[in-house]
């Protein structure tokens, strides 16, 4: 009887950490890793295999889509909801942006309920310069330091190219 009870009361424990911890990684903030080259050298700036760094994404931003130019987000991917993204807002709703593709220079506005991203190394990012501006809908927070490695923890700086875009409204 002793045995069932202790391991009943260490089941019960474990089950209600783990809820806890469920509900604030979904609520409000988690760990993630950042896998591949987009971002670099914002992350994964030395990482052979591109696997470096662990980040701390905050979910308050989520509440009032309350988001500024710079801020690193963790999206969905517009084509497939089950692949995550982090990425750079470099314009907003209403914002101007002026973009490149294919050799072709271009400007365009935002539309409301979105934003556009981009990757810090735009050699390897797949981005809005391919698919687009992302609706805000499918922003799951807001990178806000490098947690690991220890000799890279830190708060992650809001930077933009501030030349190519416009908040004329």
């Known amino acids: 009887m002793g045995t069932q009870s202790l391991l009943w ?3 019960k424990k474990f089950l209600t950490c783990g809820l806890i911890g469920l509900t604030i990684s979904d609520r409000y903030a988690s760990i993630v890793p950042v896998r591949g080259a987009s971002m670099s050298p914002t992350f994964n ?20 889509y309350e988001f500024s130019h710079g801020d690193v987000v963790v999206f969905c991917s517009p084509s497939n909801h089950k692949e995550k993204h982090i990425k750079r807002i470099i314009a907003l709703p209403g914002d101007w942006i002026g ?3 294919n050799s072709h220079d271009d400007v365009l506005k935002v539309p409301k309920g979105h934003c ?3 990757g810090d190394n735009s050699a390897s990012s797949i981005d809005s310069r391919s698919f687009g501006p992302i609706p805000l809908g499918l922003v799951k927070g807001r990178v806000t330091h490098v947690v690991w490695p220890p000799r890279r923890i830190g708060l ?6 501030q030349e190519r875009v416009s908040s004329l409204k």
């Open 9 to 11: 009361n260490s089941v």
């Open 99 to 101: 973009t490149t593709h």
């Open 116 to 118: 556009w991203v981009e």
């Open 45 to 64: 700036p030395r990482a052979r295999n591109f696997t470096d760094d662990y980040v701390l994404v905050e979910k308050f931003c989520l509440k009032k």
């Open 156 to 161: 992650v700086e809001r930077v933009f190219p």
